[in-house]
């Protein structure tokens, strides 16, 4: 199984960037991982939050999504422990899916047709984080879902 996270606009912050990329290297040891970045959307300081969701959702929707899902990053999402989370991973890899597409969307959340594309929303916590710190924690917590599974020592309960 591929497990991909796509992001909506690119890094601005270094610090942001070295971390995320520690954990791909880190979860290349155990799984196909890719990071894919929708570039920002042009000129959208004239559009309303509603028409931003709407085009950024049509570049999200733009994937073909057969045989793969769509679980979003949303904090009106189920909360998970990260063995919990670990044991959601386990029953997708067990499934025979393809891909497992993880989405964090951009500052204004999700157009109503990805919600309704989308297979789950997943909650990192009841607060707000920057979506650029939301990329770390994404990354962290799938390779802290990973080590659980094989056993590792990186998680402590």
Same mark, same amino acid.
């Given at each position: 199984?591929? =497990?991909?996270?796509?992001? =909506?606009?690119? /890094? ?9 990329? +520690? ?7 155990? =799984? ?15 559009? /309303?939050? $509603? ?12 994937? +073909? ?18 063995? $919990?989370?670990?044991?959601?991973? $386990? ?7 393809? $891909? ?15 919600? +309704? ?21 994404? =990354? ?18």
């Amino acid at each position: 199984m591929k =497990v991909i996270l796509l992001v =909506v606009g690119k /890094t601005d912050k270094r610090y942001v960037q070295d971390a995320v990329d +520690e954990y791909i290297k880190r979860l290349k040891h155990y =799984v196909s991982f890719d990071l894919e970045v929708i570039p920002d959307l042009k000129n959208s300081k004239n559009i /309303t939050s $509603e028409m931003h969701k709407i085009k950024e959702g049509c570049l999200i929707l733009n994937r +073909e999504f057969n045989g793969k899902e769509l679980h979003l990053f949303d904090e009106g999402g189920q909360m998970f422990t990260s063995r $919990e989370f670990a044991s959601f991973i $386990e029953k997708k890899m067990l499934s025979g899916l393809k $891909e497992l597409i993880f989405v964090i969307g951009g500052p204004y959340g999700f157009s109503t047709e990805v919600y +309704e594309k989308a297979n789950s929303k997943i909650s990192l916590s009841k607060m707000t984080f920057s979506h650029q710190m939301a990329r770390i924690l994404c =990354v962290e917590q799938i390779y802290r879902a990973l080590t659980i599974l094989k056993g590792e020592p990186y998680h402590h309960d």
